[in-house]
Nanobody, 122 residues
Framework: QVQLAESGGGLVQAGGSLSVSCAAS????????MGWFRQAPGKEREFVAG????????YYGDSVKGRFTISRDNAKKMVYLQMNSLKPEDTAVYYC???????????????WGQGTQVTVSS
């Protein structure tokens, strides 16, 4: 019922900023909790940020707190992740995900995008 597609990834220098976007389809998008995850080669998929369906509650992984900001625009069916003060360790494929219910930090999300590569050079 929901399809997700990420965009906006690219190459950025350490300390720089980048914004990635997730475009969603489906009539029930506004009812879904949305999250951003990332996965680097050889590593587990990691929770980055989550946002409630209303946008009123956000959560962040410890490694990105204070640097990343998740937001959503339900009218546009979009979710965004603004990434500031990027570090080389932020390099990963970033995935958009959605689920019904509360934000969780596990990968227990129903819908996933294909991912967008973010590379941070030192």
């Amino acid at each position: 019922q929901v399809q997700l597609a990420e965009s906006g990834g690219g190459l950025v220098q350490a300390g720089g900023s980048l914004s990635v976007s997730c475009a969603a389809s489906g009539r029930t998008f506004s009812m879904y909790t949305m999250g951003w995850f990332r996965q680097a080669p050889g590593k587990e998929r990691e929770f980055v940020a989550g946002i409630s369906w209303s946008g009123g509650t956000t959560y962040y992984g410890d490694s990105v707190k204070g640097r990343f900001t998740i937001s959503r625009d339900n009218a546009k069916k979009m979710v965004y992740l603004q990434m500031n003060s990027l570090k080389p360790e932020d390099t990963a494929v970033y995935y958009c995900a959605g689920r019904r219910g509360t934000v969780v930090v596990t990968t227990a999300y129903e819908y996933w995008g294909q991912g967008t590569q973010v590379t941070v050079s030192s």
